[in-house]
């Protein structure tokens, strides 16, 4: 698996995965938002320093710094640095193509964040919109427990990281449009 950081010309992919996922949606209450609420999001993301969007491919050609040749799209990635508190890495949407989930790719997408999480990060945590019992399911078996009740829109889940992260600090992204 492989993640890419996603640029304004990647918002198409973005919403035809949002697309392919209509029962994420379903559960919530509501349709996939269209092309240009999904560009407006992406867009509204690129200038947010602490925010990252990424596309995760199955990775099976090679890469040029721009775009996976012959990869297949299998999901996002939307995560803020140092939210809600310094030391916290929020996770806001882990969205697995809806025809390849229960595979284990939502698993590895977690643990490839975490092998890349910025130095300083002590705590991951996972926001669940709605009531989604698979959501936390999941959650729970990566390690997370619950953390903070904002229903009926949300609750979060957290996993301690123990001390602070050894990596060196993720670089600051300039925005492409």
């Known amino acids: 698996m492989k993640l890419q950081t996603m640029a304004l010309h990647h918002a198409p992919l973005l919403h035809q995965l949002y697309l392919d996922t209509p029962d994420y949606f379903a559960l ?62 929020t996770i806001n949407l882990l969205l697995i193509r809806g025809d390849l989930q229960s595979g284990g790719l939502g698993r590895q997408a977690v643990h490839l964040l975490e092998k890349q999480l910025p130095s300083g990060t002590v705590r991951l945590l996972a926001s669940v919109l709605g009531e989604n019992p698979r959501a936390v399911a999941f959650w729970e078996r990566l390690g997370f427990s619950f953390a903070t009740d904002a229903r009926p829109v949300m609750t979060w889940y957290a996993k301690p990281l123990g001390n602070a992260r050894l990596a060196p600090k993720a670089p600051v992204l300039t925005p492409v449009l």
């Open 28 to 89: 919530l209450g509501t349709n996939p938002p269209s092309l240009g609420e999904v560009e407006r999001d992406v867009q509204t993301a690129l200038f947010d320093p602490r925010r990252r969007l990424e596309l995760l491919y199955r990775h099976a050609g090679t890469s040029d710094g721009q775009t996976l040749q012959n990869s297949e799209l299998l999901g996002s990635l939307d995560y803020k640095l140092d939210f809600p508190e310094p030391g916290d890495v």
